[in-house]
Every structure is written in C-alpha cells, then in structure tokens.
C-alpha cells in the first residue's frame, strides 16, 4: 500500500535564564501531548548522564577548573553524542521537547567573553529547531523565585550577562513567552505554538541544520 507517510517529529526547544520556568513548562507540554496520544520525548541539554555529561555535571557544581573554551566544546560534543539518536527520532515521527539547547550553548559562553561567531562554529550542523520558545523573564525578576541555586552561573552578574546575549541570538521566528505569567497562562500559550509547530513538519519533511 502507498499510505500516507506519518511524517516527521518537531524538536521544539526551551530557552531562557535561569528560573525562567522552561522545567515546568517542558514537564507540562510533555504531559499534554502524552495524554493527547501524539509520539513525544522530553530531552534536556546538558544531558548529564553520559559520560560526557558527567564531567559538565562536575564542572558547573565547581568541581574542577576548565579552560572557558573547554567547557564549551564539551557542551557542544554532549549535543553531538546524541544527535545521532534526536535525528533518527525525529525521523521516526517523535516529536522532541529538549530544556535548552545550542543557543544556552552560546549565550552562556559569549557571556564570558568569547566571541560570539567562536562560540557558534561547533554546532554546526546540528538539526535546526522547528520551534524555539524563549522564556522572557529578566533575571532580576528571576531572582525574586526563590534565590537562585548553588551551580557556577547562577548568580545574577552571570544571568544579566546571558540575557544579553540571548536578546543578541535571538531570531525573528523566536517564540517569545511572557515568563512572568502563571505556569497555566504559559503552558496555554506554549501547547498552542508546540501543536502548531507540529502540523507544520508534516508538510515540511526535510529537517535541516544549525545555524
Ligand atoms: N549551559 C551552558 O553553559 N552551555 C550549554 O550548552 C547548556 C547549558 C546546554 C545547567 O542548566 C547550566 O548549564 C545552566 C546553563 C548552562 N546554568 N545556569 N543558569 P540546567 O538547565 O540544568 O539548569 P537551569 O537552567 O539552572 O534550570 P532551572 O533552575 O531548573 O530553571 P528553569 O528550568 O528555567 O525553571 P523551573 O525549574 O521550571 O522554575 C524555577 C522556579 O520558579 C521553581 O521554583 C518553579 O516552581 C517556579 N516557577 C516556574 N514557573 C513559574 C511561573 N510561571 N510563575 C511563578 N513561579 C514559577
């Protein structure tokens, strides 16, 4: 039979600082899309159980010392160790929700001074996201949730630092979530760009890659 292909999955990806919500919202859409019967994962970069993942795991709770370039690269090659596998998912029809992705990668290092270009050049070629949400809070209304945690960057010069680099990587195409709102305003909001997203990939079969 000729049937219809199931077409293939979105990778729809999280952004923000710190505190931003983009764990509660990925957890929230994952849940809604699992109950409405459609093929999805909830993934998270770092992804810290490889090994790979383990030394950044290491590094951000201050355990050792690498140089800012180091640190970078390892963060990228935890994205290229399970590119692999988010590329054949995708394939598949899975769609992908991830909690960061490629652009923390950049803002988070251009934030320490390295260029911005640099820091771009390892994830190249990576599969380019069917839908980036940002969730916009400034960091010092983040810092109002709570305090921020114990890890390296969560400090507030670090995450005005980063906001300002996010605004500087941000794309016309950006999904841009008020993230001072209630998670049920947010997440109303979120399933609507996500489902969107999703629909469009049907029709929009080839994936192509970063930047
Ligand atoms: N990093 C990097 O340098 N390079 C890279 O390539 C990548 C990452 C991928 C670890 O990230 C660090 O790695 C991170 C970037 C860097 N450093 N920092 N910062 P992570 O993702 O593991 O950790 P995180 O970003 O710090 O996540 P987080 O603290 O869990 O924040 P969140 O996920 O955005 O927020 P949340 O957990 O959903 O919510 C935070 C709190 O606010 C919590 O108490 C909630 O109950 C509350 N909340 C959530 N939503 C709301 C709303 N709408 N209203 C009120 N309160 C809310």
Not at 59 to 82: C, M, Q, V
Request: glycine share 8%.
């Amino acid at each position: 039979a000729t049937g219809s292909s199931p077409g293939r999955g979105a990778l729809i990806v999280f952004e923000g600082c710190d505190r931003s919500g983009k764990t509660t919202q990925t957890q929230k859409l994952f849940d809604c899309l699992v109950a409405m019967g459609r093929k999805v994962e909830l993934w998270r970069f770092p992804e810290r159980t490889t090994g790979v993942g383990k030394m950044i795991d290491e590094y951000l709770k201050s355990g050792n010392n690498l140089p800012d370039e180091a640190i970078h690269l390892l963060f990228s090659a935890n994205r290229w160790e399970t590119a692999p596998l988010l590329k054949s998912k995708l394939a598949a029809g899975v769609t992908i929700i991830t909690d960061r992705y490629a652009y923390s990668g950049v803002a988070f290092s251009a934030a320490k001074g390295l260029d911005l270009n640099w820091c771009k050049s390892p994830d190249i070629g990576l599969p380019l996201p069917d839908c980036v949400v940002f969730c916009d809070l400034h960091p010092e209304k983040a810092a109002k949730r709570g305090g921020f945690g114990e890890e390296r960057y969560e400090n507030i010069d670090m995450q005005l630092k980063v906001y300002h680099q996010f605004q500087k990587l941000r794309q016309s195409d950006w999904k841009v979530v008020d993230a001072s709102q209630s998670v049920d305003d947010m997440h109303e909001e979120i399933k609507t760009l996500a489902l969107e997203a999703m629909d469009h990939c049907t029709s929009k079969p080839q994936q192509r890659s970063l930047w």
